[in-house]
């Protein structure tokens, strides 16, 4: 299948074929990572001073990459401009042989913004007619789940965002969805680094059907032991931090299994069943 192109105002989006892609791609920004530059568009038709930069960054507060040594970053050496508005489009494929649709974003993420600056998150499931914040309104039988996106102030060193959209008995418009991450700018100038990302997750829904159906977890938030659940047989299990890291992997033959959770500091940890599915789930 070869890349659509899709038209956004005056700016052209391409949105990568499957061949590109498997059922849990990253987007690093390093060398060896050939996703980025076919799923990631920084919109500069339709902003003409965007400062969004993929590369190393070399500011006061972002000085490095969470993967060194690439990230995109609202300019990689100087603080954000004043009165600015940079956007990038992060294009994701959509199976159409399913009616069931999965798809799930992480990425890790640091800011150091004014109040006044925005940072949001939009996705669009008809090729950039209408956007939808990730925590307004979603298109048409779409439903959110995941972190409350908390993108309104600065952060702690790095920290982690999920979340997943699953429509059933869609009918699509496109073979793709589109992300749209906007910063914003006030004018008074603050010599702050603004919003660096790193790291992109999607995990989405296969044509093969290899992502699990169900899965349930329980107690949670856990103490000393998590109880997992699947409608397929587990076969692996891999706990992430916040920061994107794995603390946690083991290898798995049944339909349910009870996890020692102790060893973990407590805090909040993303699960990862047979290489798809992502749960969240908090340790006590």
Avoid at 256 to 282: C, D, P, W
Wanted: charged share 15%.
């Amino acid at each position: 299948m070869k890349p659509i192109l899709l038209m956004l105002a005056s700016g052209i989006v391409c949105v990568p074929a499957f061949a590109q892609w498997d059922c849990n791609s990253s987007i690093t920004f390093d060398n060896g990572d050939a996703l980025y530059p076919v799923a990631i568009t920084i919109d500069t038709a339709n902003h003409h001073h965007n400062i969004w930069q993929i590369g190393r960054p070399h500011k006061a507060i972002f000085s490095s990459a969470l993967s060194a040594p690439n990230a995109i970053v609202t300019d990689t050496l100087n603080p954000y401009a004043v009165g600015d508005t940079s956007v990038f489009i992060l294009s994701a494929p959509l199976s159409l042989a399913n009616n069931e649709q999965l798809l799930e974003l992480q990425f890790s993420y640091r800011l150091d913004i004014d109040t006044s600056a925005i940072a949001s998150v939009e996705i669009s499931a008809d090729k950039g007619g209408h956007w939808s914040n990730v925590t307004d309104s979603l298109p048409a039988n779409f439903y959110w789940d995941g972190d409350t996106a908390n993108l309104s102030s600065s952060t702690n060193g790095w920290a982690r965002f999920f979340m997943a959209y699953r429509c059933s008995g869609c009918v699509h418009e496109s073979d793709s969805i589109l992300f749209r991450f906007t910063f914003i700018s006030d004018s008074v100038p603050s010599a702050k680094d603004g919003w660096i990302i790193d790291n992109i997750g999607l995990s989405y829904w296969c044509e093969t059907g290899q992502t699990i159906n169900y899965t349930g977890i329980y107690p949670n938030p856990a103490i000393s032991e998590l109880n997992i659940f699947s409608s397929v047989v587990i076969t692996n299990i891999n706990v992430i931090n916040v920061l994107g890291q794995m603390v946690y992997n083991d290898t798995y033959n049944n339909n349910t299994v009870q996890m020692n959770v102790e060893s973990l500091i407590a805090g909040i940890y993303f699960l990862k069943i047979n290489g798809h599915e992502v749960r969240k789930f908090v340790k006590e």
